[in-house]
């Protein structure tokens, strides 16, 4: 965590804070935002693991002929600002069985099902922020969540830099995004 830290170092104490937190970063962004989110899946689609070898194969650990399902997402605030863009792949025992319903956020899926979750952390770095034309910097963070016997989860979040910034805005700049 503290290695985390220093490249991040300059970033504002939000920033900081999903860039170490190990737990649910839905509970941290709901508190960011300060309402309940929401998710849009753009695509998803179930795929042998070979497809997707490097997720699905050496981090989630599934046989090259397992299926897996390969998810592409946003997260969302109540006014439907774009919050985060994610990738997850899930490598579930059976089929499906992790797989939440278009419209509920992983996370909190994962924890109503009563699973004992943990979250490992794979890499947290500087990325480029997908939507919009200037493709500014953003926070991107990957992890897999442990399912225990029902599987695991890989997920890659890319952050809104207007809501999870790297740098401290100038005080003129600050405030919630519209």
């Known amino acids: 965590?503290?290695?985390?830290?220093?490249?991040?170092?300059?970033?504002?104490p939000q920033t900081r804070m999903l860039v170490c937190a190990d737990g649910?970063?839905?509970v941290l962004l709901d508190a960011l935002v300060g309402e309940r989110l929401r998710v849009r899946v753009d695509h998803q689609r179930q795929v042998r693991a070979a497809r997707v070898r490097h997720i699905g194969c050496h981090v989630l650990g599934a046989a090259p002929d397992a299926l897996?399902?390969?998810?592409?997402?946003?997260?969302?605030?109540p006014a439907l600002d774009v919050i985060s863009?994610?990738?997850?792949?899930?490598?579930?025992?059976?089929?499906?069985?992790?797989?939440?319903?278009?419209?509920?956020l992983l996370g909190p899926y994962l924890k109503a099902m009563g699973l004992s979750l943990s979250r490992e952390p794979i890499a947290v770095s500087r990325g480029v922020w997908p939507l919009g034309g200037a493709a500014p910097a953003c926070?991107?963070?990957?992890?897999?969540?442990?399912?225990?016997?029902?599987?695991?989860?890989?997920?890659?979040?890319?952050?809104?830099?207007?809501?999870?910034?790297?740098?401290?805005?100038?005080?003129e700049k600050e405030g919630a995004p519209t």
């Open 1 to 12: 965590m503290i290695e985390r830290l220093g490249e991040f170092s300059s970033a504002p």
């Open 24 to 26: 649910s970063t839905t």
């Open 68 to 77: 897996v399902v390969d998810r592409r997402s946003r997260i969302l605030t």
């Open 85 to 104: 863009v994610n990738r997850v792949v899930i490598a579930a025992r059976r089929c499906g069985q992790l797989v939440p319903p278009a419209d509920e």
């Open 139 to 171: 926070v991107s963070k990957e992890y897999v969540i442990d399912c225990g016997g029902a599987g695991r989860v890989y997920v890659h979040e890319r952050f809104n830099p207007r809501y999870v910034p790297l740098e401290y805005l100038p005080p």
